[in-house]
DNA sequence: CCATTGACCTGAGCGC
DNA sequence: TGCGCTCAGGTCAATG
């Protein structure tokens, strides 16, 4: 489901529901949900004292300096309540010592919460490239990136290793913006074009954030509030894009492309 | 090292 | 109504 825009926005809804909250324990509802890499189950009775996110993994830090690693792949939700509200995709539930519980909602049953102790997290964290807002995320760094890539430049920005929390939606529209097309391959972009990488890319998402996520199909925060970046959309999605033109649609990398021939060359 | 493909799961939507 | 196919916001392992 979510990208690094709905991901910061889930995150920031969190933060005002469950910083400070004790939990008790975490009851997990579906086999291999949760994976503890702690000795025991180190985060009952503990406090959760910050939430932050790194690409599109969002990480809880607790008192007791363990930490709980959430990755929502494509249909993971949290949703805050303070009622049970058990529905056939609950796998896990985090739940508070006041009675409330964040639950742990996955059709699809790619997500996964992860516990880890002091010292140590996800292998994955480690492996991520820049956030895409950071000024580390900049020409000479993507340039250097590409040297040696003759991938389309499309699949490239999906690597999370290369920048960490782009996806499908956000890659397709930051391209048409840039007016680069996706199947152009990454050690063939001119200064010129990874100068509107790195700029569409920061534009993009910044938009994104501001308006909390994007909702295509079902995307909520933890208040169950839905994005608007969706009626934002050039061409993910689109029949034709802002110019009128006939909006491509291929596959790459065996996901879907959305891109206009006329305006992305 | 790099690029591509399929696997992991479940549900929705479409054509017939 | 129902079957079969394709699609879905992501990542990882296996294979050339």
């Known amino acids: 489901m979510p990208e690094l825009p709905e991901v910061d926005t889930i995150v920031r809804g969190l933060r005002d529901y469950v910083i400070g909250k004790s939990i008790s324990h975490i009851e997990e509802l579906r086999d291999n949900t949760v994976e503890v890499h702690t000795p025991d189950d180190s985060c009952n009775n503990c406090t959760i004292t910050d939430i932050k996110r790194r690409g599109k993994y969002i990480i809880f830090e607790l008192s007791n300096e363990n930490t709980i690693v959430i990755h929502l792949r494509?249909?993971?939700?949290?949703?805050?309540?303070?009622?049970?509200?058990?529905?056939?995709?609950?796998?896990?539930?985090?739940?508070?010592?006041?009675?409330?519980?964040?639950?742990?909602?996955?059709?699809?049953?790619?997500?996964?919460?992860?516990?880890?102790?002091?010292?140590?997290?996800?292998?994955?964290?480690?492996?991520?490239?820049?956030?895409?807002?950071?000024?580390?995320?900049?020409?000479?760094?993507?340039?250097?990136?590409?040297?040696?890539?003759k991938a389309p430049i499309k699949n490239i920005l999906l690597r999370q290793d290369i920048v960490?929390?782009?996806?499908?939606?956000?890659?397709?529209?930051?391209?048409?913006?840039?007016?680069?097309?996706?199947?152009?391959?990454?050690?063939?972009?001119?200064?010129?074009?990874?100068?509107?990488?790195?700029?569409?890319?920061?534009?993009?998402?910044?938009?994104?954030?501001?308006?909390?996520?994007?909702?295509?199909?079902?995307?909520?925060?933890?208040d169950d509030k839905p994005g608007s970046f969706q009626n934002f959309l050039r061409v993910y999605q689109k029949k034709v894009c802002p110019l009128g033109h006939k909006v491509q649609r291929i596959k790459q990398a065996g996901r879907s492309t959305f891109y206009c021939d006329k305006c992305q060359k």
Not at 180 to 209: Q, W
């Open 74 to 149: 494509m249909t993971g939700k949290l949703v805050y309540v303070s009622d049970e509200r058990i529905t056939p995709y609950t796998r896990a539930i985090i739940r508070f010592s006041d009675k409330t519980s964040l639950q742990f909602e996955d059709i699809r049953t790619f997500g996964s919460i992860k516990i880890f102790p002091k010292d140590m997290t996800d292998p994955s964290i480690l492996k991520l490239g820049p956030e895409p807002l950071s000024s580390e995320f900049n020409e000479s760094y993507l340039k250097d990136s590409l040297k040696k890539l």
């Open 164 to 222: 960490a929390g782009l996806g499908n939606i956000y890659v397709c529209e930051l391209l048409y913006r840039a007016k680069i097309s996706p199947l152009k391959a990454g050690n063939t972009l001119t200064n010129s074009e990874l100068k509107r990488v790195i700029e569409y890319t920061k534009e993009v998402i910044s938009e994104a954030l501001l308006h909390n996520g994007t909702s295509v199909s079902d995307f909520r925060n933890v």
